[in-house]
């Protein structure tokens, strides 16, 4: 391709590109800035940077790259997004990286009913994180309070299963207005992907678009008036996290973990992911503490031993409780029963009520202390 060429094509394409705009602001990608650098190479390749804003939907790049691929002489498209601070000028130092992460912008108005906002999280998967939410949630609900759970786990929305629900939630209000209307079981109400996808369908998506449906599962259900809304997060440090930090005020954040040492530090670094953006962490559950034999009454530490309480120490955090390892855990969550419903008396549903208590006592007091 002649450099006369590669011009033409490169008009066509930033022409195109003008006709992608933003839903709500009506603003195209060239001209807001989104669509920097672009670029055509000798064998038709475009190529250009996409500065994402916080507020995009998940589609806006996803339209941009088929605008450019409809252009005639184009071969392929490739596409670098990058994510700049908010509010910032837009220079490569101020794009997400390590140690400079922005600062939370929650929405105000946003989540009006709802009095408390506490997310549970982990550093990786496998560690009970949303059998903790799923039982944190039914322990408050059990004390007369009104709570929801917000399934954020996109890539494994357990909370289906672990509630026993699987229907699909309903459209309530006008055209134009409408709203999701969430799922209740065991007094709680509910709100996950799963709920929208079959039994054996992926979650295949981009870090944009968990952040739509983040956003979607905030503004568009009504969740009504509540006085806790628990979130599920996914494992790790990623999208959903710092989606949710900067749309919503979070309370406060509990993560979990099991006594191993491959659990806990990766839940040190969940910590420093929070810390950097100012978002408290409450403390620690750890959980899988240990396992008491029902024939002998001997305790076996099957995934070591006081990993929780060595976290603990070297962040300053407390341990909000330690769950022992029990059957009826497994089984209840598989079959829809929470242990804190199925066998309210166990070790680990009064563990599990405990961590409830404790959370409930630390947001509360954290919110008194800043009033």
């Known amino acids: 391709m002649t450099n006369e060429e590669r011009d033409q094509v490169l008009r066509r394409v930033a022409a195109a590109l003008t006709q992608v705009t933003h839903p709500d602001t009506g603003e195209d990608v060239v001209s807001s800035g989104r669509v920097r650098e672009l670029g055509v190479m000798e064998d038709g390749t475009v190529r250009f940077r996409f500065a994402l804003q916080a507020d995009d939907p998940g589609t806006l790049v996803r ?9 005639q002489g184009v071969g392929k498209v490739k596409i670098d997004i990058s994510l700049p601070s908010v509010g910032a000028p837009q220079t490569k130092k101020q794009r997400l990286q390590p140690g400079n992460v922005p600062a939370p912008t929650p929405k105000p108005g946003l989540l009006p009913g709802v009095r408390h906002i506490v997310a ?6 496998g560690v009970g994180k949303s059998t903790v939410a799923t039982n944190l949630a039914i322990a408050l609900a059990q004390t007369g309070q ?3 759970v ?17 229907r699909r939630p ?23 992907l799963g709920f929208l996808l079959e039994p054996d369908q992926a979650a295949i998506m981009r870090g944009p678009m968990i952040a739509g449906i983040l956003k979607q599962f905030l503004e568009q259900v009504e969740w009504g008036e509540l006085d806790w809304m628990i979130v599920d997060m996914p494992p790790g440090t990623g999208d959903a996290q710092l989606s949710l930090v900067q749309n919503i005020r979070v309370d406060g954040v509990v993560m979990v973990t099991t006594p191993q040492d491959v659990s806990t530090g990766d839940v040190l670094r969940g910590i420093r992911m929070f810390e950097k953006v100012d978002t408290r962490v409450l403390g620690i559950v750890e959980n899988m503490s240990g396992f008491i ?11 070591g031993r006081a990993g929780g309480q060595r976290l603990a120490m070297q962040t300053g955090l407390e341990v909000l ?24 008396h166990s070790p680990a549903a009064v563990a599990l009520r405990a961590v409830a208590e404790r959370v409930a006592g630390l947001v509360e007091a954290g919110v008194a202390a800043a009033v």
């Not at 549970?120 to 998967?125: A, I």
């Not at 034999?293 to 995934?303: A, D, K, T, V």
């Not at 409780?321 to 309210?344: A, F, L, N, Y």
């Open 293 to 303: 034999c029902p024939c002998c009454g001997e305790r076996y530490e099957i995934f």
């Open 146 to 148: 009104r709570v929801g």
């Open 170 to 192: 309903s459209v309530m209000g006008e055209k134009g207005s409408e709203k999701i209307e969430p799922l209740e079981s065991h007094g709680v109400k509910l709100m996950s």
């Open 63 to 71: 339209l941009s790259r088929a605008a450019a691929e409809r252009v």
């Open 120 to 125: 549970v999280s982990s550093g990786k998967g």
């Open 321 to 344: 409780g330690e769950v022992p390892i029990e059957v009826g855990v497994r089984e209840g969550g598989d079959s829809g029963v929470p242990v804190t419903v199925g066998d309210p």
């Open 150 to 166: 917000l399934d954020a786990d996109v890539y494994g929305p357990n909370i289906p299963t672990m509630f026993g629900e699987r």
